[in-house]
């Protein structure tokens, strides 16, 4: 899909698909941090639970989940813009929230649940460093040549009080599971080393 251009066709099934879901929940995050906590990628931001807590309300909550259909219908008109549709052609909206009541919910849940862990994390110091941050390094790999690996990082943070600070690698999916090196090649765990390792290698490029 990326390198060819080639891509499967989307299937019009009546649930979202778990890889749906999750950009979701990641459109909603990112527009409650970057709108009403003041997340730019540029610059520590320190957020308290009552900052957490002001936008958790069902209000705050319809508008991020409204913002990720936003968001999501754009991705998906960007994708097939090259190939299915032409840039004067009006576009109906792929995503349609009344379509997908129950993925709604779901989605509205996840958030909350991510709210709730980062306002108990808040009362202990929290600060947002990077959110869905693009990190990519180069490898050699013998007989192939120098490849570039990496990802979009859903968070980069910093945990804890005053001297005794953590700096994170967040991935929403994990659900706070702590991250294991003996279990570094299996899935999730290896997704997390290769974005550490990214994180690693742009140390200088983190803002």
Same mark, same amino acid.
């Given at each position: 899909?990326?390198?060819?251009?080639?891509?499967?066709?989307?299937?019009?099934?009546?649930?979202?698909?778990?890889?749906?879901?999750?950009?979701?929940?990641?459109?909603?995050?990112?527009?409650?941090?970057?709108?009403?906590?003041?997340?730019?990628?540029?610059?520590?931001?320190?957020?308290?639970?009552?900052?957490?807590?002001?936008?958790?309300?069902?209000?705050?909550?319809?508008?991020?989940?409204?913002?990720?259909?936003?968001?999501?219908?754009?991705?998906? %008109? =960007?994708?097939?813009? $090259? +190939?299915?549709?032409?840039?004067?052609?009006?576009?109906?909206?792929?995503?349609?929230?009344? #379509?997908?009541?129950?993925?709604?919910?779901?989605?509205?849940?996840?958030?909350?649940?991510?709210?709730?862990?980062?306002?108990?994390?808040?009362?202990?110091?929290?600060?947002?460093?990077?959110?869905?941050?693009?990190?990519?390094?180069?490898?050699?790999?013998?007989?192939?040549?120098?490849?570039?690996?990496?990802?979009?990082?859903?968070?980069?943070?910093?945990?804890?009080?005053?001297?005794?600070?953590?700096?994170?690698? %967040? =991935?929403?999916?994990? $659900? +706070?599971?702590?991250?294991?090196?003996?279990?570094?090649?299996?899935?999730?765990?290896?997704? #997390?080393?290769?974005?550490?390792?990214?994180?690693?290698?742009?140390?200088?490029?983190?803002?």
């Amino acid at each position: 899909e990326y390198i060819q251009g080639l891509r499967e066709e989307d299937k019009e099934d009546a649930v979202f698909t778990p890889a749906e879901l999750g950009s979701f929940v990641h459109a909603a995050m990112e527009h409650l941090y970057r709108t009403h906590l003041g997340c730019d990628n540029k610059h520590t931001i320190t957020v308290t639970s009552d900052r957490i807590e002001g936008i958790s309300d069902d209000n705050h909550l319809a508008e991020a989940l409204q913002m990720a259909y936003k968001a999501m219908n754009k991705k998906w %008109v =960007d994708k097939h813009k $090259s +190939g299915d549709l032409t840039d004067n052609e009006p576009v109906p909206d792929h995503y349609l929230p009344e #379509m997908h009541r129950s993925d709604n919910e779901v989605i509205i849940s996840f958030v909350r649940n991510i709210l709730e862990r980062d306002k108990q994390d808040a009362a202990a110091g929290l600060q947002i460093c990077l959110l869905e941050a693009p990190r990519y390094f180069r490898v050699d790999v013998e007989g192939v040549g120098t490849v570039q690996t990496g990802g979009i990082i859903d968070r980069l943070d910093i945990y804890g009080p005053a001297g005794e600070e953590t700096l994170r690698v %967040v =991935d929403y999916k994990s $659900s +706070g599971k702590p991250f294991r090196l003996s279990d570094a090649m299996q899935g999730l765990n290896l997704q #997390m080393l290769i974005y550490l390792f990214a994180i690693g290698e742009n140390g200088k490029e983190l803002f």
